[in-house]
C-alpha cells in the first residue's frame, strides 16, 4: 500500500491513504476514486449540500458488501460540517454535510463511494424540496422500460403545470424528481401524489394494447415481473436516493 500524504483543498488539509487500493473489479483505484470526486465537486456539490449526508463505504472495494453509515466519524476534521438528523430510539443523529470540494474528497478517502442525500434540507426537515418517482425494473424488464413509464409520468405532470428531471438510479433502475418551490410541501403529500400517479400509470399501461409492458405500485416483489415498480414510498421522511454524479 502506498503511504499516507496530505493534499490542500482550498486551503484544507486532506489525509489520504491506501490510494494503490483496488475498490473496483476492474482495477479502478481508490486514487481514481478520489480525483473522480475532486474533479466532480464544484457540480454535484450544490446538489447535496445543506443536507443530511449517508455515506455507503466499500472499504473491501464494490465487489465485497458495503455499509451504510449515517453517523459523521468521530475522527472527522474541525472544518467538517455536520447537521442534525433522524435517528434511532437514542435521538437524532449528527450527519456529515458536504459543502465544498475537500469534504467530498474526504469523504472519497473513507470509500464512501456512494452519497445518498434526502430530499429535505437540515436545516426544515419537515419539508422536502423535491418529490421523487424511483422506477424499479422488475424480472424481464429494463431501464428502456423504465423510460417508457418516465414519459407517461412526464405527459401527467404537465397536464398539472409540473416538471421533472430523470437519472439514472445508480442501480438498473432510474429516478425521476420534482422540483417543490412552493411552501408547504409535506412528504406524506409528496408520497401520495407519487403513489396517485403511479396508479394512473398502472391503468394506462394495462389498457395499452401496443405494448406487454405492465406497471405496478405493490411493494411486494412477486408482483413485479414483467412490471416497472413505481417506488412512490422514496418519498418519506427518512428515505435517501443516490445522489445526482455520486458513483
Not at 161 to 190: D, F, I
Request: with cysteine; proline share 6%; aromatic share 8%.
Amino acid at each position: 500500500m502506498t503511504a499516507p500524504i496530505e493534499v490542500d483543498i482550498e486551503g484544507r488539509r486532506v489525509r489520504l491513504t491506501n490510494l494503490d487500493k483496488v475498490l473496483y473489479p476492474s482495477g479502478f483505484t481508490k486514487a481514481e476514486v478520489v480525483d473522480y470526486y475532486a474533479r466532480i465537486a464544484p457540480i454535484a456539490v450544490p446538489h447535496v449540500a445543506g443536507r443530511c449526508i449517508t455515506f455507503r463505504r466499500f472499504p473491501d472495494g464494490t465487489d465485497a458488501d458495503g455499509f451504510f453509515e449515517k453517523q459523521c466519524a468521530q475522527h472527522r476534521p474541525d472544518w467538517m460540517q455536520t447537521a442534525l438528523g433522524p435517528g434511532d430510539r437514542r435521538g437524532g443523529i449528527h450527519y456529515c454535510r458536504i459543502e465544498e470540494t475537500a469534504a467530498m474528497v474526504w469523504a472519497a478517502n473513507l470509500a464512501a463511494i456512494e452519497l445518498h442525500a434526502p430530499m429535505a434540507l437540515a436545516n426544515d426537515l419537515d419539508t422536502p424540496r423535491a418529490l421523487v418517482f424511483d422506477f424499479d425494473p422488475g424480472p424481464d424488464t429494463g431501464v428502456s422500460e423504465c423510460c417508457q413509464v418516465a414519459l407517461g409520468v412526464a405527459a401527467v405532470l404537465d397536464s398539472v403545470g409540473l416538471r421533472a428531471w430523470c437519472k439514472t438510479s445508480g442501480s438498473k433502475g432510474m429516478q425521476m424528481y420534482v422540483p417543490l418551490n412552493t411552501p408547504g410541501a409535506t412528504h406524506e403529500g409528496a408520497a401520495n401524489f407519487a403513489l396517485a400517479v403511479g396508479q394512473v400509470m398502472e391503468r394506462q399501461f394495462a389498457h395499452d394494447t401496443s405494448t406487454p409492458l405492465g406497471v405496478t405500485t405493490v411493494m411486494a416483489k412477486d408482483a413485479r415481473p414483467g412490471k416497472v415498480f413505481v417506488d412512490w414510498s422514496q418519498n418519506a421522511h427518512h428515505k435517501t436516493t443516490i445522489a445526482p454524479y455520486s458513483l
